[in-house]
T-cell receptor, first 108, second 115 residues
């Protein structure tokens, strides 16, 4: 069965520190993986997708099929990065499975 | 404004009541979804419609009934509300089913509180 695990419910870092939000998945097929972000009082929105291999707001995520991971990283965290982050797996064409989310708190 | 909109934003009601949440998207998308976000922020898919046809129906009590009058609207009706139904309900849409374009656009959410 497909599953997405985000082991950390809360991650607190200081401004300027590196940050890594963990995401592990289990899926027998070829995964499509995403990171979504929800800032305070805003709607959930797409941050980045693994097929694009892009860097958005300084964040990157690499799909590691050997470790079945899709961790989200940023070398220098900013206070405005504080938000709820969800890792998501797409399977069966358009069925989304979201992880339980990690709240990132960047302290000044 | 091009977006996914939901009404109402907040809904407070008594146990046993029946209520509806409406969702509309003007993005021209074919596929729409309902998600439930519980108190622990876990986001779980409930239903998905593609061009007014039910595609995904997760393990949800049959007190929940989605209705899609056209592909721009997906409403959620809940009968006999229970305390455990208290949550934030998100509507979302995506361009096409199975097209490989998987980005979902979310509505602002409806916070349902059952007393």
């Amino acid at each position: 069965a497909q599953r997405v695990t985000q082991p950390e419910k809360l991650l607190s870092v200081f401004k300027g520190a590196p940050v890594e939000l963990k995401c592990n998945y289990s899926y027998s097929g070829s995964p499509e993986l995403f990171w979504y972000v929800q800032y305070s009082r805003q709607r959930l929105q797409l941050l980045l997708r693994h097929i694009s291999r892009e860097s958005i707001k300084g964040f990157t995520a690499d799909l590691n099929k050997g470790e079945t991971s899709f961790h989200l990283k940023k070398p220098f965290a900013q206070e405005e990065d504080s938000a709820m982050y969800y890792c998501a797996l797409v399977y069966n064409f358009n069925k989304f499975y979201f992880g339980s989310g990690t709240k990132l708190n960047v302290k000044p | 404004d091009t977006a996914v909109s939901q009404t109402p934003k907040y809904l407070v009601t008594q146990m046993g009541n029946d209520k509806s949440i409406k969702c509309e998207q003007n993005l021209g998308h074919d596929t729409m979804y309902w998600y439930k976000q519980d108190s622990k922020k876990f986001l779980k898919i409930m239903f998905s419609y593609n061009n007014k046809e039910l595609i995904i129906n997760e393990t949800v009590p049959n007190r929940f009934s989605p209705k899609s009058p056209d592909k721009a609207h997906l409403n959620l009706h809940i009968n006999s509300l229970e305390l455990g139904d208290s949550a934030v309900y998100f509507c979302a849409s995506s361009p096409h089913w199975g097209s490989g374009v998987y980005e979902q656009f979310f509505g602002p959410g409806t916070r349902l509180t059952v007393l």
